[in-house]
């Protein structure tokens, strides 16, 4: 043990002096911004109508995780054979009384900021919950799909359970499943916060009115954007940081161009590869193509088409560089 006696502690003995803040100025800050609001320069929600939960949509989420993957996400006792009914039975009537609260706000906040008469709105947001819970036998059957693509499309995925817990790919396309039966039922501002979510989650930015079908395999993930107006056939497979995008449009051109098709199509059992670039709603990627990674296009290419980029030329630096393995040389600077 050292003898050298420890020096004490000088902070609590320092005096620290805070000048007061001065407050004279938040009155008018207030007041300014207050003006912003209420006459409607800026967005805001200042009124007493409802808008949906943020929070309570996400949940929506994970109690459909628990409803269409039973077992999986629960935190309570896990369901057996005997109780499996019960278990979902309890789970979708929670899950049916709560969409339909949030539906609720959605209907009411879009009839007030359009100045329209919200009578219908309560018993149109328990129909519309009606009709995502019909749907969900079979957007779980898609969903089986799904997962299966990403056994036989990733020699790295062992079994479904993995792929279930951890891919994010399989996250994001479950998120727009659900997101997308509620777009096309017409629901307001509950698909895009579901779809912002799942964003949030896992870097894969999937707008919920593409249309795509069943055997959907996203590898890895990150960086994948699918524009609101593209559509995705059978069997199809994307790799990270591929983009079906659409072309810059004009200032003018985006209210007039705002419901036309401005994405691409996928058809079945095309292959995209990682930072691929797919732009235009013109643009088609035939069945059975491949376009190889880094590829920009915005012309269509028929069935059974390859796009790669030519091989660019590597410059090794270095003592050790040694010819490369395709025989050209090493550059020199």
Known sequence: MSSKTAEPCRCASEVRLVAAPKSDFIPSVV????????????????????????????????QAQRILFPGYFSSSTMPSPSSLEYHLGHNLTLFHKNLSQQINSALRHECFRRNQSCSHCGGRSSELADEVVRSLPEI?????????????????????????????????????????????????????IMSEYAYHRTAIDIHPGAVIGDSFF?????????????????????????????LSLPKEAVKRLKHAKRHPTIEDDAIIYANATILGGDTVIGARSIVGGNVWL?????????????????????????????????GNL
């Open 218 to 246: 996203i590898d890895h993930g990150a960086g994948v954007v699918i524009g609101a107006t593209c559509t995705i056939g059978r069997r199809v497979r994307l790799y990270q940081g591929v983009t079906l995008g659409a």
């Open 298 to 330: 915005t012309k269509s290419i028929g069935p059974d088409t390859k796009v790669l980029l030519k091989q660019p030329e590597l410059i090794y630096i270095g003592k050790h560089g040694e010819t490369d393995n395709e025989g050209g040389e090493n």
């Open 31 to 62: 007041r300014h911004l207050a003006e912003g609001f209420t006459s409607r320069r800026w967005s805001s929600h200042i009124e007493p109508v409802e808008i949906p939960s943020r929070r309570e949509t996400v949940d929506l989420l994970l």
């Open 140 to 192: 779980r059957e898609t969903l089986e799909t799904d997962i299966n693509a990403a056994l036989e499309g990733d020699p790295a995925a062992t079994n479904a359970d993995e792929v279930i817990f951890s891919y994010p790919g399989f996250f994001a396309i479950l998120v727009y499943r659900l997101a997308h039966q509620l777009f096309v039922l017409e629901v307001p501002l509950l698909p895009r």
